[in-house]
């Protein structure tokens, strides 16, 4: 199982960046996707959710508005389409996959059995 995130960058505040979490080795309408941030000196801080059926997605109060996520299923990825970016958006944004999320638990880190290495955002003027 592999999961790599990318699409990270250098974004002026209020500028979008579009993060693609790529997928193998597991089937992937079993797995809910989630993404998380962390910034340095900070708590691991969770951003969105998608759960395995797509029916179902979730999003962190900080970002509700303003981050999109979905999959495209023949491509095996999951985005993360973020506009309207900030300084606070600044972090390493990483990708994880879970067999079963719901409201009270895809922001916490124990569902998640697989973790992508991050992909770097720096929002700045």
């Known amino acids: 199982v592999q999961l790599q995130a990318s699409g990270g960058g250098l974004v002026q505040p209020g500028g979008s960046l579009t993060l693609s979490c790529a997928y193998s080795g597991f089937h992937l309408d079993l797995y809910a996707i989630g993404w998380f941030r962390q910034a340095p000196g900070m708590e691991r801080e969770a951003v969105s959710c998608?759960?395995?059926?797509?029916?179902?997605?979730y999003y962190g109060t900080s970002v509700k508005g303003r981050f999109t996520i979905s999959r495209d299923k023949p491509k095996n990825t999951v985005y993360l389409q973020m506009n309207n970016l900030q300084p606070e958006d600044t972090a390493v944004y990483s990708c994880?996959?879970?067999?079963?999320?719901?409201?009270?638990?895809?922001?916490?880190?124990?569902?998640?059995?697989?973790w992508g290495q991050g992909t770097q955002v720096t929002v700045s003027s």
């Open positions: 998608l759960s395995a059926s797509d029916t179902s997605t």
């Open positions: 994880a996959a879970a067999l079963r999320v719901g409201v009270n638990t895809w922001f916490t880190t124990t569902p998640y059995d697989y």
